[in-house]
């Protein structure tokens, strides 16, 4: 016998009616939350993203390539993941697990789809059949591997870690849904009895049958309820993507498109642009870029910033972390300062979403830019920022030291102009 099964077998019309309402209930309830945070990102100044997709296909193409290139390799490869040991090993397990059974639900839809349309379409059978079960039963073993991990984590939390309550909503909603779709593949097994190679194929699922031990009956009722609590809770967690640090499945990529992160390349500003904003860098959040919004919906508060950071090492009053989630504060201020109709509540940014000390803490060294998984760009924010206190004559510290030298001295240490390069005399190499 040809190893196979019902997409829907054992689920009656009824409920599969009222699978696919509540389905669409729930892409709705997430495209909703999304459409919340994009009209945050509105708030930015204009990318132009439609130029994006504007021209003939090769220069459409000339122009997405680079980010198409940089999703494939950063968010698909999750090459910025690598180099945290056990950490890197989880996320990945996680991923690719994910992604199996996303992959995985869809083509079961396509064939289910497929094989309504006409019977000798449907190609979840045979050799595809065995090899897609296989692979779903062992990749869904990484995929709670790894959620395990994050869990204990969230137990032990480390200190650059954020911690959302939100967080065990996910973490335990993944383990429920990982160990329900577990059963149910177990349930199903039981009830419909298959055998050889059909049976062996989900080896994980078939173990299970074996520890429940029900008859075909009970399994029967089992398998319906167990596979409306999966479904709920699959549901469930797609509807709450965009309203928890899930959403970051969404942002991130969408960053990584649009992100290059030119080290230390400042944004230039033109005297056009001065004249006709009376200002210079940021004062509040409207000031930065769409694309720079949209980076503080893609921090999945990591911390991986936080820990290469020189200046939050040295105790100085800076985490690029923070920085991020205080200006994500700031834009969901100021949206909602604006829908109120209050715009003197739009919190400004100078001393009361970020201290300037904050910001004269920055060596400027791009290892945060450098470490994020999802090219956040906290340095340009840092020294945007700043730029703003030095247009505004706001200079204090070090810095304000070392500009009135150069004004004075042209020389930032005090000394006499003459032996301003006098410090390379011990770098030049001898010949
Ligand atoms: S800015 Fe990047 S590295 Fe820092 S916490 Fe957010 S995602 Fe992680
Ligand atoms: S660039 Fe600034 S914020 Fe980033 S790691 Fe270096 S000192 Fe910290």
Not at 57 to 64: D, E, G, N, R, T
Not at 93 to 109: D, H, Q
Request: glycine share 8%; with cysteine.
């Amino acid at each position: 016998m040809t190893p196979t099964r019902e997409t829907f077998g054992n689920i009656p019309l009824s409920s599969q009616l009222a699978f696919y309402a509540l389905a669409a209930a729930s892409m709705a309830v997430f495209a909703w939350g999304v459409y919340r945070r994009w009209k945050l990102w509105r708030l930015g100044t204009s990318i132009n993203a439609r130029d994006l997709i504007t021209g003939s296909l090769a220069a459409v193409w000339q122009k997405i390539r680079g980010g198409a290139k940089r999703v494939a390799v950063d968010a698909g490869a999750q090459k910025r993941v690598f180099g945290h040991g056990i950490g890197t090993f989880a996320h990945v397990s996680m991923y690719v697990g994910f992604m199996a059974l996303f992959v995985g639900t869809v083509l079961l839809e396509a064939d289910n789809v497929l094989s309504h349309i006409h019977h000798a379409l449907k190609f979840h059978e045979g050799a595809y059949y065995v090899a897609y079960e296989f692979t779903l039963d062992v990749l869904g073993l990484l995929f709670l591997l790894g959620t395990l991990f994050f869990l204990g984590r969230r137990l032990v939390k480390p200190p650059a870690l954020g911690h959302r309550a939100t967080d065990w909503y996910v973490l335990l909603g993944f383990l429920a849904i990982g160990v329900t779709g577990y059963i149910v593949e177990a349930l199903r097994i039981l009830w419909q009895q298959p055998t050889g190679i059909g049976a062996h194929c989900s080896p994980v699922g078939l173990w299970l049958a074996g520890v429940l031990h029900l008859d075909v009956a009970a399994a029967r009722s089992s398998h319906f309820l167990v596979w409306w609590i999966h479904s709920f809770l699959v549901f469930g967690f797609i509807a709450s993507i965009p309203f928890t640090r899930l959403f970051h499945f969404v942002a991130g990529p969408m960053h990584i498109f649009l992100a290059k992160n030119v080290l230390g390349a400042m944004p230039p500003v033109t005297m056009e642009e001065v004249e006709a904003t009376g200002r210079v860098g940021p004062a509040d959040i409207r000031h930065f870029s769409q694309q720079q919004l949209l980076s503080l919906d893609a921090c999945m508060e990591c911390g991986r910033c936080e820990e290469v950071c020189p200046a939050f090492a040295t105790a100085k009053p800076l985490s690029p972390k923070r920085v991020v989630q205080d200006l994500k504060g700031a834009m969901e201020k100021t949206a909602a300062a604006l829908a109120a109709g209050k715009e003197a509540d739009v919190p400004p940014l100078h001393g009361t979403v970020i201290a300037p000390e904050t910001l004269w803490s920055c060596t400027a060294c791009s290892a945060c830019v450098n470490t994020c998984p999802v090219r956040i760009d906290q340095l340009t924010f840092i020294l945007t920022l700043r730029r703003h206190l030095v247009a505004e004559g706001a200079l204090s510290g070090t810095a304000a030291t070392a500009l009135r030298r150069m004004q004075s001295n042209s020389n930032p240490w005090g000394l006499p102009a003459a032996e301003r390069t006098n410090w390379t005399d011990a770098l030049t190499p001898k010949s």
